[in-house]
């Protein structure tokens, strides 16, 4: 067992699923932030346990061809982004990496090489941001939670968004600050604001805000309108209603202030409707190459019927109408599966439908209905697929399921599953929709054989 305070010397190995370094030490794991593999350094153990240990490096002996300096000034402390100390080609490979090794490890594949979807850029490509808002000696101030914590790391400007997005968040605690609106303290649960959501319409250029409250008024809203005015796009003013003691950013009461109380983006040719509440990805054009390459995976013919589970607002099943005879989504949020219904109503879709429901439950009750699903589309939250609905989709046996995951390992683990149940891996590749930060996205194609 490694000691803790000891200094060792290491060589970086591999990488975590957060991104972190790993070095092995006298045959412990090590973990070790901003670490880049082929690395050699002197690491201070911080955290020892008998099969694992957590460590700092001291001083790099060796530094990668990767290592660059950090653009952003607060990237060691923020929990945002993880990737500022390595080139963005470096970052690539460990993303394609990680959902190859998940398949092979977890899903039973014999992968030797897996594309990625590589970003053109990272800079200014989030379309959505969700500020924590925190106050000290009387100021109001907001940036991003510290990794593992919701102590907030106040941040001016932020690389990954757009400018105006950090303007808005300006105009909003010059607000604050001004009329010492009270800011809401985790640990009392009192006080009013506790995060400025601000959203962008990449094409439209129509932003939205949303301020999440610890109650259902503000102080001298008229003031706050004519700020944002100031703002190109602005487009609407709401508050979240939450006064629970969550973590949950946004709670499920919306008053509208100013504004329609949504706004309007245009994605794969296609126009949605997005309220706050909607899911709607944050990286526009990597969502674009993303929902083509699911497209092209699902082989559609104008003779299929298409179902799309976890469909959201519709911007996968809807993209796939031209394709196809018919498509069917199906998603558990009621508020998005009215704006699915009202985005193919003005997109001139007509042979769309949207159910509301449970994943599993909803393809069961197609199938009772004598409804032949040719192809699925699934995109699931980070947990992945739950039991019932693998099993309804072994039941109603399409020719095809493609696949979108968020999470490499439940989508490894849900391919096994599917294999035990007649399926084969056809392709996979892998898409990033986060540059600098760990996240990654996968599509994976899977035949009934």
């Given at each position: 067992?490694?000691?803790?305070?000891?200094?060792?010397?290491?060589?970086?190995?591999?990488?975590?699923?957060?991104?972190?370094?790993?070095?092995?030490?006298?045959?412990?794991?090590?973990?070790?932030?901003?670490?880049?593999?082929?690395?050699?350094?002197?690491?201070?153990?911080?955290?020892?346990?008998?099969?694992?240990?957590?460590?700092?490096?001291?001083?790099?002996?060796?530094?990668?061809?990767?290592?660059?300096?950090?653009?952003?000034?607060?990237?060691?402390?923020?929990?945002?982004?993880?990737?500022?100390?390595?080139?963005?080609?470096?970052?690539?490979?460990?993303?394609?990496?990680?959902?190859?090794?998940?398949?092979?490890?977890?899903?039973?594949?014999?992968?030797?090489?897996?594309?990625?979807?590589?970003?053109?850029?990272?800079?200014?490509?989030?379309?959505?941001?969700?500020?924590?808002?925190?106050?000290?000696?009387?100021?109001?101030?907001?940036?991003?939670?510290?990794?593992?914590?919701?102590?907030?790391?106040?941040?001016?400007?932020?690389?990954?968004?757009?400018?105006?997005?950090?303007?808005?968040?300006?105009?909003?605690?010059?607000?604050?600050?001004?009329?010492?609106?009270?800011?809401?303290?985790?640990?009392?649960?009192?006080?009013?604001?506790?995060?400025?959501?601000?959203?962008?319409?990449?094409?439209?250029?129509?932003?939205?805000?949303?301020?999440?409250?610890?109650?259902?008024?503000?102080?001298?809203?008229?003031?706050?309108?004519?700020?944002?005015?100031?703002?190109?796009?602005?487009?609407?003013?709401?508050?979240?209603?939450?006064?629970?003691?969550?973590?949950?950013?946004?709670?499920?009461?919306?008053?509208?202030l100013y504004g329609p109380g949504y706004i309007e983006d245009?994605?794969?040719?296609?126009?949605?409707?997005?309220?706050?509440?909607?899911?709607?990805?944050?990286?526009?054009?990597?969502?674009?190459?993303?929902?083509?390459?699911?497209?092209?995976?699902?082989?559609?013919?104008?003779?299929?019927?298409?179902?799309?589970?976890?469909?959201?607002?519709?911007?996968?099943?809807?993209?796939?109408?031209?394709?196809?005879?018919?498509?069917?989504?199906?998603?558990?949020?009621?508020?998005?599966?009215?704006?699915?219904?009202?985005?193919?109503?003005?997109?001139?879709?007509?042979?769309?439908?949207?159910?509301?429901?449970?994943?599993?439950?909803?393809?069961?009750?197609?199938?009772?209905?004598?409804?032949?699903?040719?192809?699925?589309?699934?995109?699931?939250?980070?947990?992945?697929?739950?039991?019932?609905?693998?099993?309804?989709?072994?039941?109603?046996?399409?020719?095809?399921?493609?696949?979108?995951?968020?999470?490499?390992?439940?989508?490894?683990?849900?391919?096994?599953?599917?294999?035990?149940?007649?399926?084969?891996?056809?392709?996979?590749?892998?898409?990033?929709?986060?540059?600098?930060?760990?996240?990654?996205?996968?599509?994976?194609?899977?035949?009934?054989?």
């Open positions: 067992m490694l000691i803790k305070n000891q200094i060792y010397e290491a060589t970086i190995v591999d990488y975590t699923a957060e991104g972190q370094g790993v070095a092995k030490i006298e045959g412990c794991a090590v973990f070790i932030p901003n670490a880049i593999v082929g690395e050699k350094c002197t690491v201070r153990i911080e955290k020892a346990q008998k099969t694992w240990a957590a460590g700092k490096i001291v001083e790099l002996l060796e530094k990668s061809p990767h290592r660059v300096n950090r653009e952003c000034p607060v990237a060691k402390l923020c929990g945002g982004c993880d990737f500022w100390h390595m080139d963005y080609e470096e970052e690539s490979r460990l993303k394609a990496d990680r959902v190859k090794a998940a398949l092979n490890r977890i899903g039973g594949e014999n992968l030797t090489e897996l594309p990625i979807l590589s970003a053109p850029t990272c800079y200014g490509y989030r379309n959505k941001a969700q500020y924590p808002v925190a106050a000290k000696k009387g100021r109001a101030y907001t940036g991003f939670y510290r990794a593992g914590t919701h102590s907030v790391v106040e941040s001016g400007r932020c690389l990954i968004l757009p400018e105006i997005t950090d303007k808005v968040k300006d105009a909003v605690l010059d607000y604050v600050n001004q009329y010492r609106v009270t800011v809401y303290d985790e640990a009392t649960q009192k006080g009013l604001l506790r995060h400025i959501f601000v959203r962008k319409g990449e094409v439209s250029g129509q932003i939205l805000v949303c301020l999440a409250v610890n109650g259902r008024k503000l102080p001298h809203v008229p003031d706050l309108i004519d700020r944002l005015k100031q703002i190109p796009g602005f487009t609407t003013l709401v508050i979240s209603v939450n006064t629970k003691d969550t973590n949950l950013i946004l709670g499920d009461e919306f008053i509208t245009t994605l794969c040719g296609l126009k949605f409707r997005l309220s706050p509440r909607s899911f709607y990805q944050v990286n526009h054009h990597q969502a674009q190459r993303l929902y083509q390459a699911a497209i092209e995976l699902a082989g559609i013919t104008k003779d299929d019927t298409v179902l799309d589970l976890y469909c959201g607002v519709g911007t996968i099943t809807l993209s796939m109408a031209a394709a196809a005879g018919k498509v069917i989504g199906v998603e558990v949020i009621p508020q998005a599966v009215a704006d699915a219904k009202d985005n193919a109503r003005r997109n001139g879709i007509e042979n769309a439908e949207f159910f509301c429901g449970d994943a599993g439950e909803a393809a069961l009750a197609l199938a009772k209905e004598g409804i032949h699903i040719d192809v699925a589309i699934v995109d699931p939250p980070r947990k992945g697929l739950n039991a019932d609905a693998i099993e309804a989709l072994a039941q109603i046996a399409p020719r095809r399921i493609v696949y979108v995951s968020c999470d490499p390992a439940t989508l490894a683990r849900d391919v096994a599953l599917f294999k035990a149940r007649g399926y084969a891996l056809q392709k996979a590749m892998a898409a990033d929709l986060f540059p600098r930060c760990a996240h990654v996205e996968s599509i994976v194609a899977m035949i009934k054989e």
